[in-house]
C-alpha cells in the first residue's frame, strides 16, 4: 500500500471552490466533507462499493453539469463496465430520469495500457470543449497493473502521466476530479496529487471507510458504521425521507408538480377524449384517493407509485366487472330457466 501522508499541503487544495459534491452516503460525507472542485479525490478498495460509488457520483452529478468519464478496462480480467442498469437504479433513488443522467455523460475508453494516453489526450480535449463539465471521473485507474509484471514500469509511468494530465486539467478549470481504484494499492501519483485519499474495505460489520489523507481534517479517521447503502431511510426534518444521506423532498409535493407537468405537457396531446376522461378518472378515483399509500409504498419514483396504483385500480375495476358480468349471467340463466318452464306449461284454457 502507498503512504499517502504528506510534510505539506499545496495551497490549490486549500482555497475554497465554487464547485462541489457530496456522495450522498451519509456517513461517507461526514468523514471527508464535499468533494471540491480543483482538487483530486481518490477512492480504492472494495471493487463492489468503488464501482457503486462511482456509478452514484455520474448521477449526482449530472444535476450540476456535465460528466467527463474515463473508462479502464482490462478485457483479459476483470472488465469496468459503466452499467445502465445501476445507473439507473441511482438515477431513480435520486429522483432523476435515466435518460437525462446518461445524456449528460461523454466518454472514453481504454482497452489497454497503451491505449490510456490516447484516451487521456482525447478526455482532456472534450472538457477543453465542454465548458459545462463539472467532473472528471477516472474509472479503474490501476486497471492494467495486474498480471504486467514484465511492463509494470512502464504501465506505471503511464498511469501517472495520465493522472497529472487530467489533475492540472481539473484545477485549470475549478472541476472535481475523482479517481477511482479496485486494487489493494493506490498508484503513487494519484496518492500524491490526490487532496482526499479513501480506502474502503471490508469488516466483520460491513464496510468501512478510512480516510488516509486531507487537507483540513486528522487522519487517519475511520467512518462508522458501514458507509455503503444499506442504512434503513428515516425521516428527515421537513417531514422528507433521509435516504442514504439525502434529504427528499415530502411526497405531497414531489406528486403535485408530476401532476401539473403532466397536465401541461402530456394531457392536451392526447387526441382520443376517452382517453383524457381516463386520466382524469384516475386522478379522483385512484391517485387522490390512495395518496397516503403512494407515498408509503417505497417505489423510487412518483411515476413508479402513479402506475402501481392505476394498475392496482385498474384491476380492481375489472375484477368488479366480472363479478357483475357473472352476476348477470346467473340472472339470465335464471331467467331463462323460468321462461323455458312458462313455454313448458300448458296454456289456461279459455272460459
Not at 245 to 251: M, N
Not at 324 to 330: G, I, T
Request: proline share 5%; aromatic share 6%; hydrophobic share 40%.
Amino acid at each position: 500500500m502507498v503512504a499517502v501522508t504528506s510534510s505539506f499541503v499545496r495551497a490549490s487544495a486549500l482555497r475554497e471552490s465554487g464547485n462541489a459534491l457530496t456522495t450522498g452516503y451519509g456517513a461517507l460525507d461526514t468523514l471527508i466533507g464535499p468533494l471540491r472542485g480543483g482538487r483530486l479525490h481518490a477512492f480504492y478498495g472494495t471493487s463492489d462499493f468503488i464501482d457503486e460509488l462511482a456509478h452514484r457520483l455520474v448521477v449526482r452529478c449530472s444535476r450540476e453539469g456535465l460528466v467527463a468519464y474515463m473508462n479502464n478496462t482490462n478485457y483479459y480480467r476483470e472488465k469496468t463496465l459503466l452499467r445502465a442498469d445501476l445507473l439507473a437504479a441511482q438515477a431513480k433513488a435520486e429522483g432523476l430520469e435515466p435518460s437525462s443522467v446518461l445524456e449528460g455523460v461523454y466518454f472514453v475508453a481504454a482497452y489497454s495500457e497503451f491505449r490510456q494516453q490516447k484516451a487521456t489526450a482525447a478526455l482532456e480535449a472534450a472538457v477543453r470543449q465542454q465548458p459545462s463539465t463539472h467532473m472528471i471521473l477516472v474509472h479503474n485507474i490501476a486497471a492494467f497493473v495486474e498480471g504486467n509484471e514484465k511492463n509494470r514500469q512502464a504501465v506505471m509511468d503511464g498511469i501517472h502521466r495520465s493522472v497529472s494530465a487530467l489533475w492540472r486539467l481539473a484545477a485549470e478549470r475549478d472541476l472535481v476530479m475523482v479517481v477511482t481504484a479496485k486494487a489493494d494499492a493506490l498508484p503513487a501519483m494519484a496518492a500524491e496529487l490526490a487532496a482526499v485519499v479513501v480506502r474502503v474495505r471490508e469488516r466483520s460489520g460491513g464496510l468501512q471507510a478510512l480516510l488516509l489523507k486531507h487537507p483540513e481534517k486528522a487522519t487517519p479517521a475511520v467512518a462508522q458504521p458501514s458507509c455503503g447503502p444499506e442504512a434503513a431511510p428515516g425521516k428527515g426534518s421537513d417531514g422528507g425521507e433521509t435516504l442514504m444521506g439525502r434529504v427528499t423532498p415530502p411526497f405531497r409535493q414531489l406528486y403535485q408538480e408530476l401532476l401539473e407537468r403532466l397536465r401541461r405537457n402530456y394531457l392536451p396531446l392526447l387526441r382520443d377524449p376517452i382517453h383524457r376522461k381516463g386520466f382524469d378518472a384516475l386522478l379522483s378515483g385512484a391517485w387522490d384517493r390512495e395518496h397516503a399509500a403512494m407515498g408509503n409504498s417505497e417505489t423510487p419514483l412518483v411515476l413508479d407509485a402513479l402506475n402501481l396504483t392505476a394498475n392496482i385500480h385498474n384491476s380492481g375495476a375489472i375484477e368488479e366487472l366480472r363479478e357483475a358480468s357473472l352476476e348477470c349471467a346467473k340472472r339470465m340463466e335464471a331467467l331463462e330457466e323460468r321462461l323455458r318452464r312458462l313455454e313448458a306449461s300448458p296454456l289456461p284454457k279459455e272460459g
